[in-house]
């Protein structure tokens, strides 16, 4: 008996995981992290990949005054030049996981588990 519900299922809980990953990493930083202004002090290209990509390095000071270093995710684009400075989000106990406010991927984490489940419901329900 074979079963067109099984990879429509599977499918799309490879589109949930990925999202619940990013809520996971992005969530506790909105709510319980605390901000500073960084300031980009190096941009690093990654030339050696099929898909190439920039990442931004960033120097912030935090609240209890330590300075701390975060690299932003890999884009096809700089986040920033050198010098420029951009609002830093960071949980104080772990400073160097900070992320910049252009970084985060709530809204599109939100809309893949709306999507991801929608189609699971579907599937089931009207089968």
């Known amino acids: 008996m074979n079963n067109p519900v099984a990879p429509v299922v599977l499918i799309s809980v490879f589109v949930l995981i990925p999202c ?3 809520l996971w990493r992005d ?3 909105r709510r ?3 901000t500073a202004e960084g300031t980009c002090v190096a941009v690093h290209h990654n ?4 898909k190439p990509s920039v990442r ?6 935090t609240a209890a005054g330590q ?3 975060m690299r932003t995710t890999p884009h096809n684009r700089p986040l920033a030049a050198v ?3 951009r609002t830093v989000h960071y949980l104080p106990r772990k400073p160097e996981k900070a992320r910049i406010a252009q970084d985060f ?3 599109g984490a939100v809309f893949g588990l709306v999507v991801g489940m929608a189609v699971i419901a579907l599937t089931v329900f009207l089968r």
């Open 20 to 22: 619940g990953a990013l």
């Open 27 to 29: 969530i506790p930083l």
């Open 32 to 34: 319980r992290g605390l």
């Open 47 to 50: 030339l050696s990949s099929a």
């Open 56 to 61: 931004c390095e960033f120097e912030f000071t």
């Open 67 to 69: 300075v701390a270093r």
């Open 83 to 85: 010098g420029e400075t």
């Open 105 to 107: 991927s709530i809204g």
